[in-house]
């Protein structure tokens, strides 16, 4: 039987990843319109986080929700997650291009003049959100590994008038900021799709300041669930094969140096898997 490398899952994630932005931004067009000729109202985006988690069924790799004109709708996913005021602050294609299965900024409580870093920020939504909140003297960072992303991202920041932002090519496995660079990271609906997820808990770790924190989205999957489960109930591009149970969330956190590491469900993503907050703690004595 053939298995896919960690490359070939990894160059799967990216394309399925740009060809999601690439439907939003439609190749350079105006993406407003693009958006409603799409159908994709603010506050129902398209998902590829998300693609329908039918037991058995894997959707390949170009099929699927991230097709130009062929956007699925799914409430659990996307720019529904924010309440009206979060949403009237964004562009309509910032929201159009959310693919998140949560809204990290709801936990993160971020403060005027924190530095906060974004893990896989797609089309810049909480990279958006996050430095209006942390104001003039803060800053917002995003690292995505998918150029069409970066692309997007940076035109919604530029339609927003948002300057405290700064959009970083790079893989959250290997985060391209010198350590203790942020006092607060967030990702929503990334992690899954990560081949390395104890290198991005380390990671994290070390670009966060002692005292620092994390704000995260992700599904997470019942501990009973086996990968092999898993993998039943959705495809790994779409957020579901590559989530981690919630024991081994906490397990990794705490490997990493995290203290008080918490991971809560919020919403059904499956039978037996869940959209889900975690939070841990940089300790403050470490240096
Ligand atoms: C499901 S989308 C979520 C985007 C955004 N966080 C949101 O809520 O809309 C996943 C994003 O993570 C990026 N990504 C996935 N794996 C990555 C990795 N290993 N390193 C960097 N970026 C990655 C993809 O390019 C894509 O933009």
Redesign the pocket.
Known sequence: MMTTTDAQL?EQ??R???A??TAVSGGGTNSDALVAEAGCAPAASNS???APATAGASQSESGGCCEPGSMELDASF?AGLYNAEEQAELPAAALA?????GNPLAVADLRVGERVL?????????VLLSARRVGETGLAYG????DE?LTLARANAAKAGVTNVEFVK????EIPLPDAAVEVVI????IN????KPA?LAEMFRVLAPGGRIGI?DVVAEDHLTPAERAERGSYVG?IAGALSRTEYLDGLTAAGFHDPSVTFTHHAGDGMHAGIIRAIKPSQFR
């Open positions: 990894r994630v990216r399925r990843y740009a999601a932005a590829c986080c998300g996307g291009a959310s693919l998140g299965c974004d893990l896989g920020s797609g089309g810049g939504i909480d690292v995505d590994m998918t992303m790079g893989s959250i496995e990702s929503n609906c990334v799709l990560s081949v390395d991005v989205s957020c």
